[in-house]
């Protein structure tokens, strides 16, 4: 927002104070123009220039009148949120998951991607590029009208950036992620660890709406957690905060840094399905393996049981040494742990009463597979919406 005695370059200015009307129609739908010139402490003439040049661009909308003061009733004003559009995806594993949202960071479509086996970093490129054209072809929606996309993904990443430093899953080290999607797609991109995407979609649109402070634990391909301090995500001093797979729990054997963590090759899907295994129990590895192992107890499996026993340990020992450090208002189990029932809730909870001084409130993810893109989409929004809307002219 430039006030009216500011100088500078002109088109700097023009940027800035476009900026400021949508940022208050954002915070404030229907405002009129003189409310407008108010808010921004810009000229009337100035604001209903910039308002006319956006209405032509598509960015503001009239939407009828407002109650009248005196005079005329004036012309109320509206952001449009299906002007532009953003992208969200989020690998986990095999699986690709993407969307396109709104202005207002609602999905509007969301496709889901297989990748062939074995992952490496090429092949993940190739699927995100084919997934986004299958993507928008759905939604009906065209490319210059996306603004950038967000993008998750399993390791440490450096979101400023914009380079992955350590991913074993898909060969990524050290190298300059972020640019090379944007060469690919021709987008601006928010990169950022998968599970810290997750985290924030479930903090502003899930479980954890309305808490200052939470954990987010997340069990699938591997074992990550999420931060949330203050209202705020942390991210640590080399943003590898949360990359809790890497606590020794479980069987400790020998490792080489290019593998996973001690914690998530016991206890993360695939660590507990090759338990199963060892002990000969018939499991299917395309469905989940808690169910699969709380069904096969119920029939009366003991090995099924003292396998569960000991998965439900497992994590709760992972949740106890990360809990009793940060001591947040709320944990949010996710991933596999999503399909826990009532009585392995209640084991994980009596494990942390023994373990731990105070135990949060436990609540399970209630967006799923969603919250990564909710995450991502938030993120596009927050970095980059008013700065590119802002230089459309």
Same mark, same amino acid.
């Given at each position: 927002?430039?006030?009216?005695?500011?100088?500078?370059?002109?088109?700097?200015?023009?940027?800035?104070?476009?900026?400021?009307?949508?940022?208050?129609?954002?915070?404030?739908?229907?405002?009129?123009?003189?409310?407008?010139?108010?808010?921004?402490?810009?000229?009337?003439?100035?604001?209903?220039?910039?308002?006319?040049?956006?209405?032509?661009?598509?960015? $503001?909308?009239?939407?009828?009148?407002?109650?009248?003061?005196?005079?005329?009733?004036?012309?109320?004003?509206?952001?449009?949120?299906?002007?532009?559009?953003?992208? #969200?995806?989020?690998?986990?594993?095999?699986?690709?998951?993407?969307?396109?949202?709104?202005?207002?960071?609602?999905?509007?479509?969301?496709?889901?991607?297989?990748?062939?086996?074995?992952?490496?970093?090429?092949?993940?490129?190739?699927?995100?590029?084919?997934?986004?054209?299958? @993507?928008?072809?759905?939604?009906?929606?065209?490319?210059?009208?996306?603004?950038?996309?967000?993008?998750?993904?399993?390791?440490?990443?450096?979101?400023?950036?914009?380079?992955?430093?350590?991913?074993?899953?898909?060969?990524?080290?050290? /190298?300059?992620?972020?640019?090379?999607?944007?060469?690919?797609?021709?987008?601006?991109?928010?990169?950022?660890?998968?599970?810290?995407?997750?985290?924030?979609?479930?903090?502003?649109?899930?479980?954890?709406?309305?808490?200052?402070?939470?954990?987010?634990?997340?069990?699938?391909?591997?074992?990550?957690?999420?931060?949330?301090?203050?209202?705020?995500?942390?991210?640590?001093?080399?943003?590898?905060?949360?990359?809790?797979?890497?606590?020794? $729990?479980?069987?400790?054997?020998?490792?080489?840094?290019?593998?996973? #963590?001690?914690?998530?090759?016991?206890?993360?899907?695939?660590?507990?399905?090759?338990?199963?295994?060892?002990?000969?129990?018939?499991?299917?590895?395309?469905?989940?393996?808690?169910?699969?192992?709380?069904?096969?107890?119920?029939?009366?499996?003991?090995?099924?049981?003292?396998? @569960?026993?000991?998965?439900?340990?497992?994590?709760?020992?992972?949740?106890?040494?990360?809990?009793?450090? /940060?001591?947040?208002?709320?944990?949010?189990?996710?991933?596999?742990?999503?399909?826990?029932?009532?009585?392995? /809730?209640?084991?994980?909870?009596?494990?942390?009463?023994?373990?731990?001084?105070?135990?949060?409130? $436990?609540?399970?993810?209630? /967006?799923?597979?969603?919250?990564?893109?909710?995450?991502?989409?938030?993120?596009?929004?927050?970095?980059?919406?008013?700065?590119?809307?802002?230089?459309?002219?």
């Amino acid at each position: 927002m430039i006030s009216k005695g500011r100088t500078g370059n002109t088109k700097f200015v023009k940027q800035m104070n476009r900026e400021g009307i949508l940022h208050q129609l954002r915070q404030e739908p229907r405002l009129s123009r003189a409310e407008l010139a108010a808010k921004t402490r810009l000229s009337r003439p100035c604001v209903s220039a910039l308002v006319e040049e956006m209405i032509e661009e598509g960015l $503001i909308q009239e939407v009828g009148t407002g109650e009248s003061k005196g005079g005329r009733k004036p012309i109320l004003l509206e952001y449009n949120v299906q002007a532009y559009a953003v992208v #969200g995806a989020v690998f986990e594993g095999s699986e690709l998951e993407m969307a396109v949202a709104d202005m207002k960071g609602e999905l509007i479509a969301q496709v889901h991607t297989r990748l062939k086996q074995p992952v490496d970093g090429e092949s993940a490129l190739e699927a995100l590029e084919a997934t986004l054209g299958r @993507l928008l072809e759905t939604s009906g929606i065209d490319r210059d009208r996306v603004i950038g996309i967000g993008v998750g993904l399993p390791g440490i990443t450096r979101r400023l950036r914009g380079t992955v430093s350590y991913a074993p899953s898909t060969g990524w080290m050290d /190298l300059p992620v972020g640019k090379e999607i944007e060469e690919r797609l021709n987008l601006p991109v928010v990169l950022d660890n998968d599970v810290n995407m997750m985290t924030q979609g479930e903090y502003f649109g899930g479980a954890g709406s309305g808490v200052s402070s939470l954990v987010y634990m997340y069990v699938g391909t591997g074992i990550g957690a999420g931060i949330i301090i203050d209202k705020q995500l942390y991210r640590g001093s080399n943003e590898a905060s949360g990359e809790i797979g890497y606590m020794r $729990i479980g069987d400790s054997p020998g490792r080489r840094k290019e593998e996973f #963590g001690v914690f998530e090759k016991n206890f993360s899907v695939a660590g507990i399905y090759r338990k199963a295994e060892s002990l000969g129990l018939q499991v299917d590895p395309g469905a989940s393996i808690l169910e699969q192992l709380i069904k096969l107890e119920e029939e009366g499996s003991p090995l099924a049981g003292t396998l @569960l026993n000991e998965v439900y340990h497992g994590w709760a020992s992972g949740i106890a040494n990360t809990v009793s450090v /940060l001591d947040p208002e709320m944990l949010i189990l996710s991933g596999e742990m999503v399909h826990l029932n009532e009585a392995g /809730l209640i084991r994980i909870r009596e494990l942390l009463s023994d373990w731990v001084p105070v135990v949060p409130e $436990i609540r399970l993810a209630a /967006l799923h597979e969603r919250a990564g893109l909710f995450g991502a989409v938030h993120s596009v929004l927050e970095t980059h919406s008013s700065s590119i809307m802002a230089y459309k002219s």
